[in-house]
């Protein structure tokens, strides 16, 4: 399966000429702004004008890409994204319980089959961190509570890119105090060496954590397909590029109801799995952009849903959902996002549909029930669609 898999991506990329990894050339040029000393917010590169929209200390990581050949930081970042790949997979079954590893043929197919997930592939062809990011996060909460240093890793991972600073909040809600903690404590960290490691860093760091943290539109237009949070599912819904309060309001109830999701699978039902999975996908939909390759927790979601008692037409339709590609069979010219027709909004935002789904059915799943029911108590410790 794995040589199937990766003969097929070798032939596509022939085909189709050079993976463009036009993320890979944003973090050269973050490499280079901190050689150089200069503004590391000031430029844009590529013909889409992407600027570095990460905190200093990520641009500290990516100095090795400035100082290698383009060409060999584009064979290596796919070359480790494929290795992250692998290991997301071995985290993800050790999140749905699997005590013993996957033995290596076992690892290399279910690698192979993963690449062809829409947000993973779309993470190798742009060169993106996603996977990287991911790891670390998994990695941290899958060790023991109260192993040393548990949470660092999450807040490393917080400073390379915000968003996984929701998992110090689920630490906290679900009573481990001391891991949210050094979550916080690693992520100060990260802030402190981005402001002092080099001659120019503090002037960024002053510029990115005063202003340019709330120019959520510097990432990109937030009503395109791409976006499939809820901002870009209420901006193509409601046909307009700035929802307002249309989608800041559902935002803030989908925060609330996700964490508390979370922390009542965890501190309720001792469902870690689906705790942490509540906390990831809360994070993709009311983040105000979650590009299509920032979904790669379904990874960790598919396996879960694999080894767990979700009827298998249910785990079907969820890898259906993240490999169908819908969004980019949709004509998207111009400001063509903004006219779709009411049959086309899911397959638009087939992420942040099935993100809400899957919410109300955890919710549903999670509902408080009688004590004295066999079947209620059996299906307590179901994950979302089981059966009882």
């Known amino acids: 399966m794995a040589t199937v898999s990766l003969t097929a991506f070798g032939t596509l990329c022939l085909v189709g000429g050079p993976l463009p990894m036009d993320d890979i050339l944003v973090y050269r040029a973050e490499g280079e702004a901190v050689l150089n000393g200069t503004d590391l917010y000031g430029f844009t590169v590529t013909g889409w004008d992407l600027p570095a929209t990460y905190p200093p200390f990520a641009a500290l990581l990516f100095v090795p890409a400035a100082v290698l050949p383009l060409g060999a930081v584009k064979i290596l970042s796919v070359l480790a994204n494929l290795a992250l790949l692998a290991l997301l997979v071995r985290q993800s079954a050790r999140l749905a319980g699997r005590s013993r590893p996957y033995g290596v043929p ?63 909040v689920y630490l906290l809600l679900t009573g481990r105090a001391r891991a949210a903690l050094t979550a916080l404590g690693g992520f100060a960290a990260t802030v402190v060496v981005g402001a002092c490691a080099l001659p120019g860093l503090r002037e960024n760091s002053v510029e990115f954590w005063t202003r340019r943290l709330f120019e959520t539109t510097r990432v990109g237009k937030p009503w395109i397909v791409d976006n499939q949070s809820l901002q870009g599912l209420a901006a193509r819904l409601l046909h307009t590029p700035d929802p307002g309060l249309l989608w800041l309001l559902p935002a803030a109830v989908a925060a609330g109801a996700g964490l508390w999701l979370a922390r ?38 598919l396996a879960v849903l694999l080894t767990g008692r979700a009827p298998y037409w249910v785990t079907g339709a969820v890898a259906l959902v993240f490999t169908a590609r819908t969004l980019w069979l949709l004509p998207k010219a111009g400001d063509l996002d903004l006219r779709f027709a009411w049959w086309q909004q899911p397959l638009a935002s087939p992420y942040g549909v099935l993100g809400l789904v899957l919410a109300a059915a955890l919710a549903w799943q999670l509902r408080p029930r009688p004590p004295s029911s066999t079947a209620v108590r059996r299906a307590d410790s179901s994950p979302p669609g089981a059966t009882s």
Not at 271 to 299: K, M, R
């Open 106 to 168: 076992v690892l290399l197919a279910a690698t192979g089959a993963a690449l062809w997930l829409e947000p993973v592939f779309q993470t190798v062809v742009f060169g993106q961190v996603n996977l990287a990011l991911a790891c670390l996060v998994l990695w941290d909460l899958n060790r023991p509570d109260g192993a040393r240093g548990k949470g660092f890793a999450i807040g490393l991972a917080a400073g390379i890119k915000l968003t996984p600073a929701i998992f110090a």
């Open 264 to 301: 009542r699978a965890y501190v309720r039902h001792g469902l870690e799995s689906w705790g942490v999975l509540a906390t990831a996908f809360t994070a993709l939909l009311v983040s105000p952009v979650s590009w299509s390759h920032h979904w790669v927790w379904c990874v960790p979601l």
